[in-house]
Structures are given as structure tokens and as C-alpha cells.
Nanobody, 123 residues
Framework: HVQLVESGGGSVQEGGSLRLSCEVSAVGQSTYCMGWFRQAPGKEREGVASIDNEGDTRYGDSVKGRFTISKDNAKNTLYLQMNSLKPDDTAMYYC??????????????????WGQGTQVTVS
């Protein structure tokens, strides 16, 4: 199984930036598609961004042009750079992994490994 630990969340003013990190510890198993998701109170979990082993990325419509997903294979770490943050970006952010191929848009349904989440609050 894969262990995922997020960090980097916090409180920021509108227009500010944050970078989330997700440390990946693979125990006898690799991943193919990794992604970031978010969930605000009372709302469904929303796909933010995904990246596959070839480095191809996909983004949710609400974050295109503002957020960037990347990974450092040497450090086994997934990142989410978030710029021009808005109050609507306030949510718990989760990283996730799967052996399946990424879909054309980030979708939580194909992921079977999840981190515990890190809170992002934009005011």
C-alpha cells in the first residue's frame, strides 16, 4: 500500500499563495496517477489536479491557470502550488494515488489511497 502525508496548509488572504506537499511512502507498490482533491463543508469532494508517471497534468476548471501540480520523484513528493487564492478555495485538501491511469479530468472515483488532508483557509 501507499502512505500519503500532506502538509503546507494554512490561512492566507485572498490573492495569496500556498504550496501543499504530499510525501509518498510506497510499500511494495508504485503509483501511476496521483492527484489533489478538496472538500468544503457540505460539498462533494472536488478534483483539483492530477499527474501521471509521464508528467502529464490535468486540472479542474475552477483552478486552471492558478494552480500547478508537480512531483519530485527523487524526494517522493507531490506538490500543489496555489496562486491567486480565493475564498472559494477554502477546503480540506487531500492527495491521492492509484495504479489506474489518470482520467481526462481529476476524478476521485479511481483513487484508492488517500492522505489525511490539510486545511486551506482563504479570507
Amino acid at each position: 500500500h501507499v502512505q500519503l502525508v500532506e502538509s503546507g496548509g494554512g490561512s492566507v488572504q485572498e490573492g495569496g499563495s500556498l504550496r501543499l506537499s504530499c510525501e509518498v511512502s510506497a510499500v511494495g507498490q508504485s503509483t501511476y496517477c496521483m492527484g489533489w482533491f478538496r472538500q468544503a463543508p457540505g460539498k462533494e469532494r472536488e478534483g483539483v489536479a492530477s499527474i501521471d508517471n509521464e508528467g502529464d497534468t490535468r486540472y479542474g476548471d475552477s483552478v486552471k491557470g492558478r494552480f500547478t501540480i508537480s512531483k519530485d520523484n527523487a524526494k517522493n513528493t507531490l506538490y500543489l502550488q496555489m496562486n491567486s487564492l480565493k475564498p472559494d478555495d477554502t477546503a480540506m485538501y487531500y492527495c491521492a494515488a492509484t495504479l489506474r491511469k489518470c482520467l481526462s479530468a481529476p476524478s476521485p472515483g479511481i483513487y484508492n489511497q488517500w492522505g489525511q488532508g490539510t486545511q486551506v483557509t482563504v479570507s
